[in-house]
């Protein structure tokens, strides 16, 4: 298929562990988003990456979330020492441009839960 | 920076009735508005967009109105069917906006047949 691959697709993990959670976008997308989706919230903007420019990081909501993206395409996002607030469904989003106003095309998400 | 809020948060109508979702924002320079659906275990798919130039955009049975005077805009579907339950989420967003879009806390649409 030609859409966003993330993958674990489920990750368990016992508070305190580390995890790292992978974004495919689709081939040729520049821009690429990390979004946060609690249960029964809204989606949390987390990150941005626009082709080579520094990312936007303004939504991580503490220095325990790191983001990279290498060649401008896989990203990976970290979470250290996992909190049980920290359990949520983590969804990666490509578009072909950065334009504010270009559609968003996401992928089915990772679903972390923290015991 | 910008708030979008949304209501209700849960809807239930029978198959063939009209749903209707409204949103507000708070950052009048927002511009683009689009709405997306997410289907269980999904990601969210864009179904339709509008931008501030237009006050109404329809495609098919699901149309979008926009009040820039008032800050806030809504999705009607009409002749709902079973296919239509699923999340949906408002959004909006402007070029000055650092965080892109800013989406609203969803609504959970049922359909009742």
């Known amino acids: 298929g030609a859409g966003v691959s993330q993958s674990p697709s489920n990750k368990v993990t016992e508070k305190g562990k580390d995890v790292e959670l992978r974004c495919d976008p689709i081939s040729g997308h520049t821009a690429l988003y990390w979004y946060r989706q609690s249960l029964g919230q809204g989606l949390e903007f987390l990150i941005y990456f626009q082709g080579n420019s520094a990312p936007d990081k303004s939504g991580l909501p503490s220095d325990r979330f790191s983001a990279e993206r290498t060649g401008g395409s896989v990203s990976t996002l970290t979470i250290q020492r996992t909190q049980q607030e920290d359990s949520a469904v983590y969804l990666c989003?490509?578009?072909?441009?950065?334009?504010?106003?270009?559609?968003?095309?996401f992928g089915e998400g990772s679903r972390l839960t923290v015991l | 920076g910008e708030n979008v809020e949304q209501h209700p948060s849960t809807l239930s109508v029978q198959e063939g009735d009209s749903a209707v979702i409204k949103c507000t924002y708070s950052d009048s320079a927002s511009n683009y508005f689009p709405w997306y659906k997410q289907e269980l275990g999904k990601g969210p798919q864009l179904i339709i967009d509008i931008r501030s130039n237009v006050g109404e955009k329809k495609d098919q049975r699901i149309a979008v109105t926009l009040n820039m005077t008032a800050k806030h805009f809504s999705l009607h579907i009409t002749e709902t069917q079973p296919e239509d339950s699923a999340v949906y989420f408002c959004?909006?967003?402007?070029?000055?906006?650092?965080?892109?879009?800013?989406f609203g806390s969803g609504t959970q649409l049922t359909v009742l047949p």
């Open positions: 959004a909006a967003s402007s070029a000055g906006s650092a965080r892109q879009l800013t």
């Open positions: 989003a490509s578009s072909p441009t950065g334009g504010y106003t270009g559609e968003l095309f």
